[in-house]
């Protein structure tokens, strides 16, 4: 099996699918090669039902971004911010292939601190649960309506 172009902290576009996920970008938050996957930030995205496990946890309805297939997504080049596919070229100093643009000849290996990747993944979930918990006063008050009448 070959290996995936697609690597954590790229930007990616959704080349496939239906129309509200097709063409948008996102951040990969995770790359899983032996299943040929990536999870992207923000997109893919389902609704799990959270129990709660004890009297102290809330429950609630929760986003949660789901595994799509690599070969579902192109790469997006950080110089010329299109699509592109993956090429591979030497370095100046020619001891290690680099990821470079087909389009532009940009390099797209840049290393990112796995501190930032955590806190980018992080705020995701801390922003799903606000609006799960605005959702649910909304459905709160609806209840409160019906009540009355």
Do not use: W, Y
Not at 33 to 43: A, H, M, S
Not at 105 to 132: F, H, M, Q, W, Y
């Amino acid at each position: 099996m070959s290996s995936m172009n697609v690597k954590r902290g790229d930007v990616v576009e959704i080349i496939v699918g239906d129309e509200k996920e097709k063409g948008k970008r996102g951040k990969v938050i995770a790359a899983h090669p032996t299943d040929n996957k990536v999870i992207i930030e923000g997109l893919n995205l389902v609704k799990k039902h959270i129990k709660p496990r004890n009297a102290q946890e809330k429950g609630g309805i929760v986003d949660q971004p789901r595994p799509i297939d690599a070969s579902n997504v192109m790469v997006v080049c950080p110089k010329c911010g299109k699509t592109t596919r993956v090429g591979h070229t030497l370095t100046a100093d020619g001891k290690k292939f680099v990821r470079a643009c087909k389009k532009c000849g940009a390099v797209l290996d840049v290393k990112e601190d796995k501190s930032t990747a955590k806190k980018s993944a992080a705020k995701t979930s801390t922003a799903k649960t606000k609006t799960t918990t605005a959702t649910k006063k909304k459905a709160e008050t609806k209840q409160e309506i019906t009540k009355e009448e």
